[in-house]
């Protein structure tokens, strides 16, 4: 099947806020709803991001026009909203909260939704892309490292007591078309 990625439309907001919670919620060993409701409550209101400046919220699509994927993706760190220097980073874009429906999960939809920022971040002529992630989450985590994400340390934080852990992909200079004549 192939997926598609583009901007999420209002009217898919509800319907991605509840992907979102069910994904995490999931996830073995992930603080409940009842340890994080802050988190829970900003996934499941997860249109409400793209409120905020430079963050847009994209998602993988199948050809039936279902959702199947999403991510959040900052187009400057000043708007990613975690704790630790993640939002001080200059030159740089993020992604949070990416989740794939656990049903079609392994047909590559994660990896295309994580190469759409990529490219976004380069389109943005940012240098850098930045993620976190949890030792819940060590799928994701091979697939950041063979993509070419590495980890940094400088990057973690502290959320409540769970330790968040942060990611790096350094993105050459885009090549300018030489100039012929």
Not at 145 to 174: A, H, I, W
Request: charged share 25%.
């Amino acid at each position: 099947m192939k997926y598609t990625v583009r901007q999420a439309k209002p009217e898919e907001f509800r319907d991605i806020g509840r992907l979102m919670v069910t994904v995490y919620a999931a996830l073995e060993g992930f603080p409940s709803q009842k340890e994080q409701p802050e988190y829970y409550q900003l996934l499941e209101n997860i249109g409400e991001i793209t409120n905020k400046p430079h963050t847009q919220l994209l998602v993988a699509v199948s050809s039936e026009g279902k959702v199947e994927g999403a991510v959040v993706y900052f187009s400057d760190m000043s708007s990613y909203g975690s704790g630790g220097t993640a939002t001080s980073q200059k030159n740089a874009s993020g992604f949070r909260l990416l989740a794939v429906n656990p049903e079609v999960r392994g047909m590559g939809i994660g990896k295309l939704l994580t190469q759409a920022c990529i490219e976004k971040a380069r389109e943005d002529g940012n240098q850098q892309l930045i993620i976190h992630s949890t030792e819940f989450m060590k799928v994701a985590w091979k697939m950041y490292e063979k993509m070419g994400f590495k980890r940094s340390e400088d990057l973690d934080f502290m959320q409540g007591k769970l330790p968040v852990f942060g990611f790096r992909l350094n993105l050459p200079p885009k090549k300018l078309p030489e100039k012929k004549g």
